[in-house]
């Protein structure tokens, strides 16, 4: 009777087991724990059966996240591709109670076995899924806790400077066990390139496909992640953490100023392609309303720039009756010569800057007074260490000190709180030095032909304002209104009607603020702008007589 029993032990069918193995983080599939978790599975089932799939590895334990893998190991359970589960560790099989629950449910309903190592837990007892519930409740605990001290961590070290967010910011290089930053070389040289390119009018979508950058990627590259600043982002219970941090730059603050100015162009000026050329388009406005004027092209293929009728606007234009029209070729002329003579002057250019800045009296007033509190500043430093010198020698008491100390203390206030109003002040103005190296810089952009010199003899001047090609006179307009007035208007030249078809225009623009310009005839324009030995006052006069002819 025993004999017969175990020849019937033997015959019976080995279980088909589906093996989890899983990891939570890539550290840890680097490390030996999906081979240990392999080798304690393995030898389990040695004795019970045979081991048909398997199933895992790096997955998120985090209670809420996705896991593929379980997905799939439930789903070949339906189809009865096995007979049993087997995994080195409760909290392997999940964290996340409510996704254990549906999981075990499914298990029992397809009559799968569960197996923790060589123990079995039976699905149908009470006792053996509390334990499993309970350790999928302390598995969603300790990932919860575990992730909030992580965080905590992160945003300590990025607070010093670290980087514990993400990928690093392009071009940069961070390096952990020193930690400080660098920069990449060779992507620095690439987008230092690339940059000139997009500042000398070539397409983005093209530079992102010769240099392999994703458009969008390239973009945002250019316009918030070549200066000083990363900024990472922590998500903390229910709040966003931002820490600021310091990185190298990539490009100087001037290059991205303009790459910004240069996409707002795009957006308005510069994109699109026109049968007829118009180098004011949305560049020029009318002054009483404040629409901009459009380029339209006559069956006698004459250019105007027209105004929008009135009847289209939402806001009411109280310009004279029957003014609609400009020609194109006289304001572009008048316009585009103006700004030529002008920035081939560094004095002039200089002039125009500071003529700029409000209130000069005042800043210098408060550059005066902040030196002033800075030098009593000091004085009430050295008043400080003096009596706390004779304390140390016993000289004084600390009681007979204290009186003096809360003085000092108290002016120091004081004068830190008048100091940071004054600075406030100054932050946004450039002194004289800035103003200088502004209009240098101007100047220099267009030395190519507005070399002064050169311009002292009449003719040669006339040939290379002549020469000017288009382009060039596009990229001379863009850099000049490529902003807003202190008005918040756009920069431009504005049209004022003064009677039908009569009008005079004003230029506001980066450097210059004209107003009350007319058009002149061809020998005052011929006056106007070729003598360049005119002094301005002279020029001024001139035109102010052009104006009452």
């Known amino acids: 009777m025993k004999t017969n029993q175990k020849v019937k032990s033997k015959n019976k069918p080995k279980l088909r087991f589906a093996a989890l193995c899983r ?8 490390g030996e724990s999906l081979a240990v978790q392999r080798m304690r599975i393995e030898n389990a089932v040695e004795q019970l059966g045979e081991i048909v ?15 593929a893998e379980i997905d799939r190991l439930l789903t070949d359970a339906q189809k009865g591709k096995f007979d049993a589960f087997i995994c080195s560790h409760a ?27 060589s123990t079995e837990w039976d699905l149908y007892n009470s006792e053996h899924l509390l334990f499993l ?7 969603a605990f300790q990932s919860r806790h575990q992730k909030a001290k992580s965080i905590e961590s992160k945003i300590e070290r990025a607070r010093r400077n670290c980087a514990t967010t993400g990928s690093l910011p392009y071009g940069r290089t961070f390096n952990k066990a020193t930690e400080t930053w660098g920069v990449d070389e ?19 979508t093209d530079l992102a496909l010769e240099y392999n950058i994703d458009h969008s990627n390239l973009h945002k590259i250019l316009t918030q992640r070549c200066g000083d600043v990363w900024f990472q982002k922590f998500k903390q219970n229910s709040k966003i953490v931002v820490v600021k ?14 790459i910004k100015r240069k996409t707002q162009a795009n957006k308005t000026y510069t994109h699109g392609c026109h049968k007829y050329s118009y180098l004011l ?8 309303c404040g629409y901009a004027l459009f380029g339209q092209t006559s069956l006698g293929k004459f250019r105007y720039y027209r105004h929008n009728p009135s009847k289209t606007q939402k806001k009411k234009c109280n310009r004279p009756e029957g ?15 103006h700004l030529f003579e002008m920035f081939g002057n560094p004095a002039k250019v200089q002039k125009a800057i500071e003529a700029a800045i409000p209130n000069r009296q005042e800043l210098e007033r408060d550059r005066q007074r902040s030196e002033r509190i800075d030098a009593e500043l000091k004085r009430i430093g050295r008043g400080r260490d003096k009596i706390l010198r004779l304390i140390f020698e016993e000289k004084i008491t600390e009681s007979q000190a204290a009186k003096e100390l809360n003085t000092y203390k108290r002016k120091e206030v004081l004068l830190g709180a008048e100091r940071s109003r004054a600075l406030e002040n100054l932050r946004s103005q450039p002194n004289t030095k800035e103003i200088k190296a502004v209009a240098k810089r101007v100047v220099t952009h267009f030395k190519r032909y507005t070399d002064v010199k050169l311009m002292l003899a009449k003719k040669y001047a006339n040939r290379e304002f002549d020469e000017m090609t288009e382009e060039e006179k596009q990229r001379l307009l863009e850099m000049v209104f490529s902003g807003k007035t202190s008005d918040g208007r756009r920069m431009g030249v504005y049209i004022e009607w003064t009677g039908k078809n009569s009008w005079r225009f004003s230029i506001h623009g980066t450097c210059v603020d004209e107003e009350g310009l007319i058009l002149l005839s061809d020998s005052m324009k011929k006056a106007y702008f070729d003598d360049m030995s005119n002094s301005g006052h002279k020029q001024k006069e001139l035109l102010s007589k052009s104006a009452s002819y």
């Open 281 to 288: 388009n949305r560049k020029i406005f009318c002054q009483h």
């Open 53 to 67: 799939t398997w199933y895992g590895g790096q997955e998120h334990a985090t209670e809420g996240h996705e896991r």
């Open 133 to 139: 519930e309970m350790s999928a409740a302390f598995g």
């Open 323 to 337: 003014s609609n029209t400009i020609r194109a070729n006289d304001i572009e002329d008048i316009v585009v010569r």
């Open 23 to 30: 990891v939570s983080t890539e550290k840890q599939k680097k």
């Open 245 to 258: 941090t310091k990185v190298p730059r990539l490009l100087g603050e001037e290059t991205i100023n303009a």
């Open 91 to 117: 909290d392997r099989w999940s964290r996340d109670n409510t996704k254990s629950q549906q999981g075990l449910t499914i298990l029992r309903e397809a009559n799968v076995r569960f197996f923790i190592l």
């Open 186 to 204: 060779i992507e620095v040289l690439k987008i230092e390139e690339i940059a000139q390119r997009y500042l000398h009018n070539e397409k983005l």
